[in-house]
T-cell receptor
């Protein structure tokens, strides 16, 4: 069966520090991968998605970046965190190439607090 | 921009009652999905309804879709305290690998 892992679960970082959040998927190959951010009491904002190794699509301009160095690994990074980067970061995967009837499967999330 | 918008934002009911949540969207869709999120956790897929379907059931869940009104509803029957969670609708326009999520309805089921 497929599983998705995210780490760390919780992170407290000072403003201006770098960030690296990792997401890995097991039990599937060539998944579509997604990074979302969820502010407190809000919906999900799609940040990045990837349909293959090295292929990253950015949804919103920001100081975050994403990389997919391996088929089942998705990394969210920042060189300098802002206070507004605080939130709940969710990684998700799907196995529907072409996006047809795509169901997404979410990881447990990383709660980031920037102070 | 937000495609789906859930209504109400929050709903509080007693155990055993039915809970109804609504979702409105703006553009034509390929399918609409409902997800559940327990506090501090990831989302879990509940049910998918295609644009050519009008109603779908899964256990205590009933989903309807009215493409003419661009709206969907999620009914949870005989609610339980364990149903307490946020519920999100997500729309799939079928062409760009993405789902667009609404802001969610926070359902509280009181024992």
């Amino acid at each position: 069966s497929q599983t998705i892992h995210q780490w760390p679960a919780t992170l407290v970082q000072p403003v201006g520090s770098p960030l690296s959040l990792e997401c890995t998927v097991e039990g599937t190959s060539n998944p579509n991968l997604y990074w979302y951010r969820q502010a407190a009491g809000r919906g999900l904002q799609l940040l990045f998605y990837s349909v293959g190794i090295g292929q990253i699509s950015s949804e919103v301009p920001q100081n975050l970046s994403a990389s997919r160095p391996q088929d089942r690994q998705f990394i969210l990074s920042s060189k300098k965190l802002l206070l507004s980067d605080s939130g709940f970061y969710l990684c998700a995967w799907s196995d529907r190439p072409g996006g047809f009837e795509e169901t997404q499967y979410f990881g447990p999330g990383t709660r980031l607090l920037v102070l | 921009s937000q495609q789906g918008e859930e209504d109400p934002q929050a709903l509080s009911i007693q155990e055993g009652e039915n809970a109804t949540m609504n979702c409105s969207y703006k553009t034509s869709i390929n399918n609409l999905q409902w997800y559940r999120q327990n506090s501090g956790r990831g989302l879990v897929h509940l049910i998918l309804i295609r644009s050519n379907e009008r109603e779908k059931h899964s256990g205590r869940l009933r989903v309807t879709l009215d493409t003419s009104k661009k709206s969907s509803s999620l009914l949870i029957t005989a609610s339980r305290a364990a149903d307490t969670a946020s519920y999100f609708c997500a729309t799939d326009v079928g062409s760009n690998y993405k789902l667009t999520f609404g802001k969610g309805t926070l359902l509280t089921v009181n024992p």
